[in-house]
């Protein structure tokens, strides 16, 4: 006879001292996937811990009804890119990150738990080549949607001294 | 008799050289609006030029059901804010920045108009009191609403050496 597993604590499940909200009715707005990030990680425990320190290449396949709007991509050296979380729950307003002994608001947070999933990557380009883009310094899971591509400015997108207190204090 | 005035181009009206696409039929997922941002700009041509050196204080108003999500948000000194340009076109790929001969494509601009028109601002945090955030460096339309508020680590956002090489080549 099989011994019942402990069921791991998922990400995605609600834990001791998380707080959840009841979300609007409706939506309000609507959004394309337009493509696909290829990564190496099937499951969530193959990520890498830092995304930054990662020297995996990865890919974005543009859906090819955009092909014409990479036009000078390819001089970019970082890019931003936005992705959606499609299997993230999205009313927890207090998180229990793992680790941690007490919650934090989904907004201090870059879980991709929140009312909008959508999660946000800096990621050095490598190569475009017609559709497909290489990238580096990227985490997400094998499949991922993709929602959008931006340019990096570091004249508006990088402050080298921004910090986060509670991060910080925890590090210490 | 009125004279007929010429009509100025508008950001979201199609230009010579600029290109469109036909856009899916239906939506992949939906979005809450979380808020509003609050700003005394009420017209595109008011929003200041260059947001980094904007010193004026807007306001993010947050959706008061989603209140206890912004608890250790003070302990973070920039924000990532996205948000919703409601009034863009979204299918332009090749667009014609004011001032540019050429044509570029969307996934090299920061411009409101792509498939999904989810702005991003690097913002500092003045402070926060209840659901209302203070905050600097913003350049968008009042009343304009939010998607999502994220801490920035400057361990993984920051990138000072990054540049767009179209754009540096602009302005040489």
Redesign the interface.
């Known amino acids: 006879m099989e011994t019942k597993s402990a069921k791991s604590v998922d990400w995605f499940d609600i834990r001791p001292g998380e ?1 959840a ?4 009715p409706a ?8 493509g696909r990030i290829r990564t190496p990680w099937a499951r969530r425990e193959d990520c890498p811990k830092n ?2 320190e990662s020297d995996t290449v990865c890919t974005v396949e543009l859906d090819p ?9 390819e ?4 890019l ?1 890119l ?1 992705y ?1 979380m ?1 299997q993230a729950r ?1 009313d927890l ?2 998180q229990m990150p793992r680790h941690y002994s007490e ?8 879980s991709p738990v ?3 999933p ?1 999660a ?3 990621v050095t380009l490598v190569k475009v080549e017609d559709t497909i883009l290489q990238i580096k ?1 990227i985490d997400c899971l094998d499949n991922t ?1 993709l ?21 910080r ?1 925890h590090h210490r």
């Open positions: 707080v909200t009841e979300l609007p939506f309000d707005a609507g959004l394309y996937y337009i995304a930054a009804r955009y092909a014409r709007a990479l036009d000078k991509v001089t970019c050296s970082h931003i936005l959606w499609d999205r307003l207090i919650g934090r608001g989904t907004f201090a947070l870059r929140r009312p909008n959508i946000l990557s800096v310094n949607p929602l959008d591509i931006k340019p990096y400015f570091a004249s508006v997108d990088s402050k080298p001294d921004a910090n986060v207190g509670w991060h204090d």
